[in-house]
């Protein structure tokens, strides 16, 4: 802060979240596929997920949140559209600015924002920086997904922990120590660990052999016991890494709000050295 002229910190203004209204049961799921409830629960703590009906997208859950959003933030216009997915309505154009055209944004910026489950992550990292800059005082973000539409129905091994919803937030331009100010981001990826998640099928690598793709290859895949793995190490370090950067002691936190669906993952990271004791114990969870 120099004088008068400070640079803006993104505040969260308003907060939405919609969820498709129906259920899939654990029981459901085991009526075609070889597990159980108890299996499920133990090993994801899981006992349902929400499901899209056909014919609903992406888009339509994205649209859903960001009224809900921007009614909470008292209306009006914003200056930026940002939406983390990983299944768009298409694969061009983006889906955000669509999003922004049915909410009534024509003309604000839009773009998606794809880091499977980090998405939302960098498209609020993203957002303080188009505030920060100047190049918005507003930012409307949203993090939707319909993952019924790239899961493999016959794997029990993501069928069973994914589904459908979105959730939004408004973010305005504010000071440092405002309530609702977003504090650090600490953003990171390790590539050379890309097959631990992937849909093979539908991009250029799959698409410039001339080879038609098996239909295993364009569901979404996952390494189970190795993502589990990387999921407690990184999501332990960087929980870490963002007290230090905060300047916080982990005694001072109250809660540990981890965006992961899995019970078990959340439970190793809370049970870790420097978890926050008040917050995380046997019975944590997301």
């Known amino acids: 802060m120099t004088g008068d002229r400070y640079i803006p910190t993104c505040v969260i203004s308003g907060l939405g979240a919609w969820l498709p209204p129906r259920v ?7 009526a075609h596929l070889d597990t159980s409830d108890s299996w499920i629960r133990e090993r994801t703590g899981i006992a349902a997920r929400r499901r899209s009906a056909p014919g609903v997208s992406t888009g339509d859950l994205a649209v859903a949140a960001g009224e809900l959003a921007l009614k909470a933030a008292g209306g009006g216009p914003v200056d930026a559209v940002v939406l983390g997915t990983t299944t768009p309505d298409r694969l061009c154009p983006g889906t955000a600015p669509e999003v922004a055209s049915r909410l009534g944004l ?3 910026a839009a773009f998606d924002v794809s ?18 800059t100047g190049t918005a005082e507003s930012v409307l973000l949203i993090g939707a ?19 459908d919803g979105a ?17 650090p981001v600490l953003l990171g990826s390790d590539g050379s660990q890309s097959d631990l998640i992937q849909i093979p099928a539908g991009g250029s690598r799959q698409r410039s052999t001339g080879a038609a793709a098996p239909r295993q290859d364009h569901y979404f895949r996952m390494n189970g016991s190795d993502t589990y793995r990387n999921a407690v190490l990184r999501t332990t370090a960087v929980a870490q890494a963002a007290l230090e950067r905060r300047g ?13 669906a ?25």
């Open 24 to 30: 899939v049961t654990n029981d459901e799921l085991t």
């Open 106 to 108: 024509t003309g604000a």
């Open 115 to 132: 880091a499977v489950c980090t998405s939302f992550l960098y498209g609020l990292a993203t957002a303080a920086g188009l505030i920060a």
């Open 145 to 163: 997904e319909t993952y019924s539409t790239i899961l493999d129905p016959d794997d029990r091994t993501t069928s069973v922990i994914f589904g």
């Open 167 to 183: 959730g939004a937030m408004v973010l305005r331009a504010g000071r440092p120590m405002e309530p609702g100010a977003v504090g």
């Open 248 to 260: 916080w002691s982990p005694d001072q936190v109250d809660r540990f709000a981890a965006h992961q």
């Open 262 to 286: 899995n019970a078990r993952i959340v439970d190793a990271v809370c049970a870790s050295p420097g978890a926050p004791p008040r917050s995380c114990g046997p019975t944590c969870r997301p």
